[in-house]
């Protein structure tokens, strides 16, 4: 017998559900719990099987889900009131682990909390376990992680994508309807689109990153994931805003993403030329074509457009990210908290420690952005990649001043790949190319899933302006409830 | 101190090939603001708190932990920016400036790099002893963090680390190469120190580290128009250590060009014991900091209003003081000089004055008197027991004919010790002046019977005995008889 998941194959396991049963009485919060914790146990979600989840607490989730129950009246009750969530390791619980899959946060325990999570308590869900990454959320299959690789679903050779691989699988699996990720270059959506869920980046600075342990700071932000649109629009409505904690969060009006008309009538969507290049594999094409002409069926105008300097996104994202988290990566020096290995005198402390503590990705990182923001190197990179940075977003923003409202595209180049069989790190790159370009400009975007190919899923991305998620958001509930389980097949 | 540790020094160089070259001075100045909190957490900034006390992830750089800009950090840095004449620049932007320290918790320290806040600026020093006023330009101030401290001598075998002052706010001022002599650096130092200590944005305290002196040194041909290789000085605790690692430096930099060598760019730290500078280890050396563009914390953004809101809140600045009291209280420069080269004996001096009509009486006093009882118990004006008010009694009394000049510096001395005030020492101490004839005749009486044959031969005609007739007087009174009335008696009791 098996336990239901939270699913789309299961109206009742979504969000809005859950929740009505959640404040009518119907069940309480601890049977939602534990139906999470069932369907885990089943799924084998910790190390013996998908490896997806690395630290849960199930006293601390029956106490929350208790302490739940005496704020569920009525008008009052939270928007996630009731609603089990795992959340990306990287991002800082209290009183539970927060190692970003790194030997060198090896039980570390964040004194703070990050303020999405206290956004999320507050709304009243419930944090039901800690998932795995690829190592500080470095990587795009979560094979990266200290912690042993996460497998996909679908199929345990597979990846999940990555980095956000633990909680993209955790939902795909049924065990959250709802999760948090982090993104500096598709670290949501990629897995999403992998694992056949939606994901969603919001714009830089939409979301606080107070409690995100940063990779590169000015790329990073918390994303969230769901089985629906709707239940991912939820959980970013309840954690957008401005922080006070967080310099970078902007001010700026945060509209009800439920709200959102029912056609598509004088939409213009964009179809940018670069992300459908020759060499795209036909059948993502053509699930593309297929979503797109359901956007013209509801009303939606689909023009072609360009934005030319797309391909020096991959390039310019690897000086960028790696001089950041050179940077922010400096601070795991075995001096305060965390991994200390010692060795002769100090020097040999940092070395031994940072040669032990980081994995081979990570270090390739760090080495990169070191060589790039080094005296007489800088200009030649990091100073060029910040001006190429500038004409992408420029891309972006003269096509959206042109009429556009969103823009379409897949996602990925290619579904779920074998663990293992992208060995050379720039090709395992590759995998973000219709991502990180969001990153770089700063905009929202999201993945749904299209549709499948040889049975695996495929994600089609929705990307728009600064601030313009609400738009973003109706659009893929519209074309989520046109390709009912087309989506899926 | 052995020959190894020293910097290298040629053997049998000319001491007097000092003649020859001229001293190039630049100097970098880091100042502690007197915020409350950090620089970018809410942490206090006292000084003296037990070791990690005021720490906070944010300031212990915890993952996930973000930096928020404390605005009174821009504000004091703005005020000394204005007052020493700068650019301010609209958009400025903060940097990490990257390298490994226990004490640096995050791996970086949080500055400005190539975009500070303000540039371009000047300050007029009053030159050392007779030579005139000094202008040195100011290449740029920033804003920064502090670092923690490291504690070698505290663990036996261990280093410590006290990160209360890590995220303290600082701004960098530092000047162009245009000092030309170690006393000139004093002096520019000086005026500094006074202008901040004006301005109140910080406590210019170098015992406590709010005030920071790195040097740049180099030498040249007098007539040379190009820069020399230059030096830096650090480990430098007293504006006096300036000098002399200045002087100490100048003087190695020098034998070694006179001998034909070369000076090599490093950094020197100053061993005052020794009064000799030696290379720094290696951890003090350059670094390749990799500075990049602080991608937590948006572009400063500081528009007119706020730069004009400032100006026009600045404080009263040392120039406008010494005018005001030559003015105002009819001063000399030297008074005016003196009195205005510490901020809070100024304030004092001020406060006495208002209260006691002859200026010019409290300046002598509070120069004189004051300052004396204030160097004797080595504490600061701040902490002194006798209150302006009482000081302006006491001369009060003195004018009044009540002490006194003599009877009032034993009263003073008094006050000084318990804070009492004049009247009721005068009283108790039976230091009242006595002005009652009858008693003053008794006295003169005396004195004349006792020393008849001065005052034979004063009456005969040697006047200048009639000061040590009134001396015998006094003697006989304890210092209690008014030596004015006292004078008159006599005279007029011999017959003048």
Not at chain 1, 186 to 191: D, H, I, L, T, Y
Not at chain 1, 358 to 364: L, W
Not at chain 2, 24 to 32: N, T
């Amino acid at each position: 017998m098996t336990t239901a998941g939270f699913g789309s194959s299961s109206p009742e396991g979504t969000v809005a559900a859950l929740r009505a049963s959640v404040i009518s009485g119907q069940r309480s919060p601890r049977d939602i719990v534990d139906r999470s914790f069932a369907r885990a146990a089943e799924v084998r979600a910790g190390a013996d099987g998908l490896n997806a989840i690395l630290w849960s607490d199930v006293d601390a989730a029956h106490r929350e889900a208790a302490a739940l129950e005496s704020r569920l009246d009525g008008p009052h009750a939270g928007q996630l009131a009731g609603i089990p969530i795992v959340v990306k390791d990287n991002i800082a619980t209290a009183g539970s682990p927060t190692t970003c899959g790194s030997r060198i946060l090896a039980g570390y325990h964040s004194p703070f909390e990050a303020t999405a999570v206290t956004c999320l308590r507050d709304a009243g869900a419930i944090i039901v376990g800690k998932t795995n990454l690829d190592e500080f959320a470095m990587g795009s299959s979560t094979e990266f992680s200290a912690f042993g690789r996460t497998k996909h679903p679908l199929d345990p050779r597979l990846v999940p994508g990555g980095s956000s691989g633990g909680s993209a699988a955790a939902v795909a699996a049924g065990i959250t309807p709802v999760a948090l990720g982090s993104e500096t270059g598709g670290s949501v959506r990629q897995p999403a689109a992998f694992c056949g869920i939606v994901g969603v980046k919001p714009t830089y600075g939409r979301v606080s990153r107070f409690g995100l342990v940063a990779f590169a700071s000015s790329l990073d932000q918390i994303g969230v994931f769901g089985v629906t649109v709707a239940d991912a629009a939820t959980v970013l409505q309840t954690i957008a805003g401005r922080d006070p904690l967080d310099a970078t969060s902007v001010e700026a009006p945060l509209p009800n993403y439920a709200e959102y008309p029912h056609t598509l009538r004088g939409v213009v969507i964009g179809k940018p030329r670069e992300y459908f290049p020759e060499q795209l594999d036909p059948r993502i094409a053509d699930l593309c074509e297929r979503a797109l002409d359901r956007c013209r069926a509801l009303g939606a105008t689909v023009r072609d457009v360009s934005l030319p300097h797309t391909e020096l996104a991959i390039p310019v994202y690897y000086i960028v990210a790696p001089a950041e988290a050179s940077s922010n990566l400096a601070r795991f020096d075995g001096v305060r908290y965390g991994l200390r290995v010692t060795d002769d005198g100090l020097r040999g402390m940092y070395e031994a420690t940072r040669s032990n503590g980081f994995g081979p990705e990570v270090t390739r990182r760090i080495l990169l952005g070191t060589y790039v923001l080094s005296a007489g190197y800088y200009d030649a990179y990091y100073t060029k990649a910040m001006r190429a940075r500038q004409l992408i977003a420029s891309d972006f923003d003269a096509a959206f001043n042109s009429g556009v409202d969103v823009l379409f595209t897949p996602t990925t180049p290619t579904t779920a790949f074998a663990a293992g069989s992208r060995s050379d790190p720039y090709e395992m790159y590759l995998s973000d190319i219709f991502t990180v370009t969001a990153n770089l400009a700063g905009i929202p975007a999201l993945s749904l899933p299209i549709g499948r190919v040889d049975g695996l899923p495929v994600g089609g991305q929705l990307l728009a302006p600064h601030f313009g998620e609400q738009r973003m958001l109706g659009v893929a509930q519209l074309l989520e409830h046109s390709l009912g389980a087309e989506a899926h097949r | 101190m052995s020959v190894r540790e020293t910097a290298e020094s040629p053997r049998g160089a000319d001491p007097g090939a000092l003649g020859a070259f001229e001293m190039v001075v630049g100097l970098e100045v880091h100042v502690q603001l007197l915020t409350r909190t950090k620089a970018f957490c809410r942490c206090a900034t006292d000084f003296g708190a037990p070791p990690n006390t005021n720490v906070c992830p944010v300031c212990l750089g915890l993952p996930g932990a973000l930096p928020v800009l404390n605005e009174h950090v821009v504000d004091l840095a703005l005020r000394a920016a204005i007052a020493l004449d700068c650019e301010i620049h609209p958009v400025s932007i903060f940097a990490r400036k990257n390298y490994f320290y226990p004490d640096l918790p995050k791996g970086y320290q949080i500055s400005q790099y190539d975009r500070p806040l303000a540039t371009a600026g000047r300050l007029t020093s009053d030159g050392p002893a007779d030579a005139p006023a000094a202008t040195v330009r100011i290449t740029r101030v920033h804003i920064e963090e502090d670092a923690g401290k490291s504690v070698h001598d505290r663990f036996a075998g261990v280093s410590a680390i006290d990160l209360n002052r890590a995220g303290v706010p600082l701004i960098e001022i530092v000047s162009e190469p245009d000092i030309r002599s170690a006393a000139a650096a004093g002096a520019y130092l000086r005026a500094l120190k006074q202008l901040l200590e004006y301005l109140e944005v910080s406590d210019v305290n170098m015992e406590e580290g709010s005030l920071r002196v790195d040097a740049n040194v180099s030498a040249r041909p007098v007539g040379a128009s190009t820069l020399g290789t230059k030096t830096e000085l650090k480990n430098l605790n007293s504006f006096s250590a300036v000098e002399r690692a200045l002087d100490a430096e100048f003087a190695r930099q020098c034998a070694l060009l006179a001998a034909g060598e070369r000076v090599s760019q490093q950094t020197l730290l100053w061993d005052a014991n020794a009064g000799a500078v030696r290379p720094a280890r290696s951890k003090e050396e350059s670094h390749d900091y990799r500075y990049f563009p602080e991608p937590d914390l948006p572009p400063l953004v500081v528009d007119r209003a706020r730069i004009k809101g400032v100006r026009e809140h600045l404080p009263e600045l040392p120039a406008a003081r010494k005018t005001r009291y030559r003015e105002a209280f009819a001063l000399g420069s030297y008074d005016a000089d003196v009195l205005t080269a510490d901020r809070p004996l100024g304030n004092y001096f001020e406060e006495v004055a208002r209260a006691h009509r002859d200026p010019k009486t409290v300046a002598n006093w509070v120069m004189g008197e004051v300052r004396a009882a204030l160097n004797a118990r080595r504490i600061e004006i701040d902490r002194f027991p006798v209150r302006p008010a009482d000081v302006a009694e006491l001369l009060d009394l003195v004018a009044g004919g009540v002490l006194s000049g003599t009877a009032a510096k034993r009263v003073f001395a008094i006050m000084a010790e318990t804070g009492e005030r004049a009247a009721q020492i005068a009283a108790r101490e039976g230091l009242v002046q006595i002005r009652d004839d009858e008693a003053l005749h008794q006295w003169i009486e005396q004195v004349i019977a006792e020393h008849e044959p001065e005052a034979t031969r004063y009456a005969r005609g040697e006047r200048k005995l009639l000061g040590v007739l009134v001396g015998f007087v006094m003697k006989k009174s304890q210092g209690r008889a008014d030596p004015r009335r006292v004078n008159q008696l006599l005279a007029e009791r011999l017959g003048a």
